[in-house]
């Protein structure tokens, strides 16, 4: 199994609305990863778990929260967001070894009305 | 600090042909991964192909190559034989002493004509 499954596929939700976005994999890898991208951009790194702690936050505004429940499971938590949040947020996982890929899910279309 | 520059916002080519997508890159690190993503309208990010800094020979995966040149620290993708399907946003990443982060390059959005 290389999958990385994200769900919801696509999301609409207004500037006072609390959502979440799920990610999972079951590789056995201990690194995950979420990523912003915008329209014809390149991904943009927001937060990186390393054995279910959080080691890296790229200064991402705290109406983003991250939550690594488990080894394989991966969330963010959306609150009050705003139309400049609307993106694919990409969600990834990797072993931590600089000589290895990141498996990247379908990823969450979001759009903040 | 590492940085990864994709020169070529875009480019075409004949079905059937081949075609190399551009990436260097700029890095301290005396060990670094080198990977080549390609990201269909769908959105998922599909990996294609890596190359390690001391590899010797070429990575080849298919009918994609990699072209690294350590010294002139490019890595340039080859697709041979494109086919419609190859048209999608190709990135190119890397990862290296911090190797929780990948850094990725600004993307060429390749078209392959019929």
């Known amino acids: 199994d290389t999958e990385v499954t994200q769900t919801p596929k696509h999301l609409v939700m207004g500037m006072t609305n609390k959502k979440s976005l799920k990610c999972e994999q079951h590789m056995g890898h201990r690194a995950m990863y979420w990523y912003k991208q915008k329209a014809k951009k390149p991904p943009e790194l927001m937060f990186v778990?390393?054995?279910?702690?959080?080691?890296i936050n790229e200064s991402v505004p705290s109406r983003f929260s991250p939550e690594c429940p488990n080894s394989s499971l991966l969330n963010l938590h959306l609150h009050a967001l705003q139309p400049e949040d609307s993106a694919l947020y990409l969600c990834?996982?990797?072993?931590?070894?600089?000589?290895?890929?990141?498996?990247f899910g379908q990823g969450t279309r979001l759009t903040v009305v | 600090a590492q940085k990864i520059t994709q020169t070529q916002p875009g480019m075409f080519v004949q079905e059937k042909e081949a075609v190399t997508l551009d990436c260097t890159y700029d890095t301290s690190d005396p060990s670094y991964g080198l990977f080549w993503y390609k990201q269909p309208s769908s959105g998922e990010m599909i990996f294609l192909i890596y190359q390690g800094s001391y590899d010797q020979q070429n990575a080849t995966e298919g009918r994609y190559s990699l072209n690294f040149q350590k010294a002139r620290k490019s890595a340039n993708l080859v697709i041979s034989a494109s086919q419609l399907g190859d048209s999608a946003m190709y990135f190119c990443?890397?990862?290296?002493?911090?190797?929780?982060?990948?850094?990725f390059g600004s993307g060429t959005k390749l078209n392959v004509k019929p």
């Open positions: 990443a890397m990862r290296g002493y911090n190797f929780n982060k990948f850094y």
């Open positions: 990834a996982s990797s072993q931590d070894d600089r000589n290895t890929e990141a498996f």
């Open positions: 778990y390393s054995y279910e702690k959080l080691s």
